[in-house]
C-alpha cells in the first residue's frame, strides 16, 4: 500500500515537472523571438543589410510560428455592425501580429460614427481584444442632406436603417436642430408618459419648437420662459387630458394667453345648417 502511493507521488510529480518544462519552453521560445525581433528592428534602423526579400522572409516565419491575427474579440456592441469593425482589422490578415499598428486600428475604429469610446488590445501570439462603448441615438434629424440619427448632445450617428428607430424615437426637423435638441429635451423629459406621445419636433426659424403629437395635437411653444410654458401644457392634460380632446393646436407664443384649435368637421355643420 506504502509503495502504491509512493509510485501515485511520484508520477504526479514527474507529470508537474514535465507541465513546468512546457511553460519554461513555451516562453524561452517567446523571449527568444521577442529578442530577435527587438534587435532586427534596431539593426534595420541603423543599416541597410535588411533588404525588403528579407523582411518577407522574416514575415513568413513569424505567421508559420501562429504570430498572426486568428481571433478578433469584440465587446460593446449593440447598434453597430461587428463587421464594420472586422472589415478594418482584416487589413492585417497577411502581417505577422508584431507588425500590427493599434493605434491606426483605434484611429479607424473612432472614425465611426457609433463609437463613443474605444480601447484596443493586441494580446500575443494571435488575439485583439476590442472593447467598445456606442452612442446613445436620442431621435432622428431630418434634413435636406439625409436623416440622421442624433445624441442628447447634437452628435449625428450615420446610420442606413433608420426604420428600427423610428419605432421609439422622435424625429426633429430644422435647420440646426440637432445643435439645440438637448435644451428642448431636457424640459419635455420631465413627464415621461405625457412625452412618450410625441412624434415630432420643428425647430422654426431656430428660434423655437413646435411640438407634434401622435393625436394630432400640434403645441407652439414660444422661445422665451420655454420651461414655464411646458409646465402649463403638462398642467392642461392632467386637468382635462387635452391629448383626447380632440384640439388640433395649442399656442403658447404669448405668455399672457392660451391659444386653442379645435377640428371642426365642416360637412357635418353644413348639414344642419340645411336641416
Same mark, same amino acid.
Given at each position: ?61 513569424? =505567421? ?43 484611429? /479607424? ?11 484596443? /488590445? =493586441? ?6 481584444? =476590442?472593447? %467598445?462603448?456606442?452612442? @446613445?441615438? !436620442? ?19 450615420? /446610420?442606413?436603417?433608420?426604420? @428600427? ?22 424640459? =419635455? ?14 425647430? !422654426? ?21 420655454? @420651461?414655464?410654458?411646458?409646465?402649463? !401644457?403638462?398642467? %392642461? ?5 387635452? %391629448?383626447?380632446?380632440?384640439?388640433? /393646436? ?21 348639414? @344642419?345648417?340645411?336641416?
Amino acid at each position: 500500500m506504502l509503495i502504491l502511493r509512493t509510485h501515485r507521488s511520484n508520477f504526479i510529480n514527474y507529470k508537474n515537472k514535465i507541465n513546468m518544462f512546457e511553460n519554461v519552453h513555451k516562453k524561452f521560445i517567446f523571449f527568444i523571438l521577442f529578442l530577435f525581433l527587438t534587435s532586427f528592428y534596431l539593426l534595420s534602423n541603423t543599416t541597410n543589410i535588411f533588404t525588403e526579400s528579407k523582411l518577407d522572409f522574416l514575415n513568413k516565419i513569424l =505567421i508559420n510560428n501562429g504570430f498572426i491575427i486568428k481571433n478578433i474579440e469584440i465587446s460593446g456592441v449593440n447598434h453597430l455592425d461587428k463587421d464594420d469593425i472586422i472589415k478594418i482589422i482584416s487589413t492585417y490578415n497577411n502581417i505577422n501580429i508584431f507588425s500590427v499598428n493599434k493605434n491606426n486600428i483605434y484611429r /479607424e475604429i473612432k472614425n465611426n460614427t457609433w463609437i463613443k469610446k474605444a480601447s484596443v /488590445e =493586441i494580446i500575443y501570439p494571435n488575439t485583439i481584444k =476590442i472593447l %467598445l462603448t456606442e452612442k @446613445k441615438p !436620442v431621435a432622428i434629424w431630418q434634413n435636406r442632406y439625409a436623416n440622421n440619427l442624433i445624441t442628447k448632445n447634437g452628435d449625428v450617428i450615420s /446610420e442606413k436603417n433608420l426604420k @428600427k428607430f423610428k419605432r421609439y424615437l422622435p424625429i426633429i426637423i430644422g435647420q440646426n436642430a440637432h445643435k439645440n435638441f438637448h435644451s428642448i429635451l431636457n424640459i =419635455i423629459s420631465s413627464n415621461k408618459n405625457f412625452t412618450e406621445n410625441i412624434w415630432s419636433l420643428t425647430f !422654426v426659424n431656430e428660434r423655437r419648437w413646435d411640438v407634434h403629437f401622435n393625436q394630432g395635437l400640434t403645441i407652439r411653444l414660444p422661445s422665451k420662459n420655454v @420651461k414655464n410654458a411646458w409646465e402649463k !401644457v403638462v398642467h %392642461l392634460n392632467q386637468k382635462f387630458n387635452i %391629448l383626447n380632446l380632440g384640439l388640433t /393646436e395649442i399656442d403658447l407664443r404669448n405668455s399672457r394667453q392660451i391659444l386653442g384649435k379645435v377640428n371642426i368637421d365642416k360637412n357635418l355643420i353644413f348639414k @344642419k345648417k340645411n336641416s
